[in-house]
């Protein structure tokens, strides 16, 4: 008689996530995100750090880009009180670049668990010549991605 091993697979441990990482354009879909990303991290007991990218162009006027820089600290300042105030942990990080591009490196810098971020949904032309960060940023990540549709957005048939 010959001895078998057990070949029944036991079941892998869900991960824990301990920082959830959520991206923000400060656009009202992006508050719709935060807000979603505030309640799983207090459901899981995890710590946010909310990003912003400043995206920047050949052209900008340094002077412009230190006002978008300033009003985004101030956003991004507003966003951690609020998340401490309601005995949670919360930072917050600002970079210039390319969205997606600043998303995951910096993602992968602090070690997210899981990026709760918003998409606008947009399809066809608009699509190819807008793009989509949050696509770019699921294919691309090696953590998690949740992705938050605005409930003003609905399915249409084409």
Same mark, same amino acid.
Request: with cysteine; glycine share 6%; hydrophobic share 40%.
């Given at each position: ?9 036991? =079941? !892998? ?5 301990? @920082? ?26 995890? !710590? ?20 978008? !820089?300033? !009003?985004?600290?101030?956003? @991004? ?36 668990? @899981? ?7 947009? *399809?066809? @032309? ?7 960060? =949050? ?11 949740? *992705? ?11």
């Amino acid at each position: 008689m010959t001895e078998t091993k057990d070949e029944t697979k036991t =079941a !892998r441990p869900a991960a824990r996530i301990n @920082l959830i990482l959520v991206p923000t354009d400060f656009s009202e879909l992006a508050d719709e995100s935060v807000n979603y990303a505030i309640s799983v991290a207090h459901q899981l007991g995890a !710590r946010i750090l909310f990003f912003h990218c400043i995206e920047r162009y050949d052209n900008t006027d340094p002077d412009m880009f230190e006002a978008r !820089r300033d !009003r985004a600290l101030s956003t @991004l300042s507003d966003l951690v009180k609020r998340v401490k105030n309601g005995g949670m942990e919360a930072t917050a990080d600002l970079s210039d670049g390319v969205p997606f591009v600043e998303i995951i490196r910096t993602a992968r810098k602090a070690n997210a668990d @899981l990026i709760i971020m918003g998409t606008h949904g947009r *399809t066809g @032309l608009t699509h190819m010549l807008m793009g989509s960060q =949050a696509e770019r940023v699921v294919r691309q990540s090696s953590c998690p991605v949740l *992705t938050v549709k605005s409930a003003k957005h609905q399915f249409r048939m084409v």
